[in-house]
């Protein structure tokens, strides 16, 4: 009889993940695993840092079900510490609660020691300012008895008179303040008026006399992952402060499918995930508010940009059928709302939201802001638009015609399901280099700009330790080793006698790469495993198979340039991404970086009346391309497995790289050649 196997513990947002024997406290689980859960009582239940939050239900992505008595129960500790100090409902002490069953342990930012990084920076680029608020003062005339009019009517009509806004409406809250503000200025007063041309102007708010204390709005990209966010100043455009989180929802699902899975397999799962996500845009509302030192009542628009699943999630539309095909939408135009209907309250209770359209049914409106931002329409020569994250959107067009599909690359990318892998925070190693000849390899962590072979790293990294991989560490790595015949062509890693390395070592049936060992200090052991290599091949066939049917779809075999967008985009190394085939060949120097631009485009939206008009043009003229029913995409997938490509040459990476011609069998030996990979086919 098979002896049963210890509870499996996954937790979120780092992905991490390992079975425990029943008894374990979550805490000593999760600094096993190299958690970031942070404790400095002792594990008493005194300093309550180790706040963590345990989701349950079905969980098809972890082949689990977590059922509510998969943690021991409420204690004496716990109870002691919410009733002097208060504990949000739901929340557990980790070093409390043991593990008695499969459980998904989400840890909340606040108990994390090293805060994730969300590299999702405002661009500098200069916004073509064509505001949809604008601020209005007015000189309305007083009542008179003989001419008896309405304070609104007098004010809606010298507003028509005096600036040309004509067909004002409002709002009851607003109506309710009108009066006193006319009486308080003298028959001065300014109007916030929303103008998009779509209806009649709106009166979202009014003050007394002269306003100045700006007017605002907010570009959001909710990601499946990450949600950033914009303050900026609706007058001027300017970037007043950014943000951003981890997406909430991680803890029912790391991808997009697997939280379509959750809704449906658990009643009201579609519901708690809306909740969780509008908190979180409010409490980022109101930490973007705080950084620029405004009154949230002063925001007054918001723009948002997501992926389809997220779309309908944020508005509290089931996403069920974005799970089967022909995957359709509730909607695909562009959203006018008020920011009250999302239950958002910290913004000024008049404030409108704006939502870009979406392309299709897997293409959503992050990928119309992509388009906005970088105009793929608008090009010259054939542009490769790649948005990289759990969801890859991918945009393939110039002048002539425009091409959009989605491919599900999965969260390998951004650290997660990685042995070692975390999501970018300070002490991840971020850059990897290793030496062809010695294979000894270096790197360089996040929060430092040293590499590991200085002799100050020590003491510039002893804040934030090392603590494991993100998403461009690991991307480097596993191009690196492949540069340095560590790897061979078809993922395999090679024994430390084969490849000639003291640094591969055993791992199962298979081998490792050691980056990073500080067990002997306390520390963790960083490597990079066989399934490590695998979860990268996967992500990076399934970005390269979707952008390959775009271009079969055009009828060409290369790009003239290749644009990575998205916060993981922007800190890919060109070299590295097209040593591992997860986009075209094409010459290096025509691969650049967009930085956020979704972000960028939700910026544009939010300042120009013209650009709202202009996407949702664009998007009629696109065409959609579905992976999921496409008969070669599976044909690309496999062939895009192997490291580059199994038969696309790459001529252009080719030039520049010299790729060393090895092979190994399963066991890390083996001859040269591809001679591993037809030992392994006939086996199958």
Known sequence: MTAPKDPLVVFLPSGKRGRFAPGTPVLTAARQLGVDLDSVCGGRGICSRCQITPAFGDFPKHGIHVGTEALSGWNAVEERYKSKRGLIDGRRLGCQAQITGDVVIDVPPESQVHRQIVRKAASDRVMKMDPVTRLYVVEVEEPDMHEPTGDFERLARALQAQWGVAGLTAGLPVLARLQPALRKGGWQVSVAVYD??????VLLDLWPGLHDGGLYGVAVDLGS??????????????????????NPQIRFGEDLMSRVSYGMMNPGGDREMTAVVRT?????????AGQAGIETRLIFEMVLVCNPVMHHLALGIDPLELGQAPFALATSDALRLSTRDLGLTNTGASARLYVLPCIAGHVGADAAAVALAEAPDRSDDLVLVVDVGTNAEILLGNREQVLACSSPTGPAF????????????????????????TRIPRFRVIGSDLWSDDPA??????????TGICGSGIIEAVAEMRMAGLLDASGLIGSAEAAGSDRLVPDGRTHSYVLHDARATGGPLISVTQGDIRAIQLAKSALYAGARLLMDEMGVDHVERVVLAGAFGAHISPKHAMVLGMIPDCLLDKVQSAGNAAGTGARMALHSRAARDEIEATVRRITKVETAIAPKFQEHFVNANALPHATDPFAELRRIVTLPDVGFGAGGGGGEGDGGRRRRRRRG
């Open 414 to 437: 951004e650290g997660a399901q990685i042995s070692a892998g975390q999501r970018a925070a300070p002490g991840a190693i971020e850059r990897v280099e290793i030496d062809p000849v």
């Open 280 to 288: 979180a845009l409010n409490d980022l509302l109101a930490d973007l």
């Open 225 to 246: 992952t990450t949600i950033a966010a914009h303050l900026c100043d609706l007058a001027s455009g300017a970037v007043l402060a950014s943000g951003g989180i981890m």
């Open 196 to 201: 998009d041309g779509h209806g009649a102007p």
């Open 457 to 466: 790293f020590d003491a510039a990294t002893a804040a934030s330790g090392i």
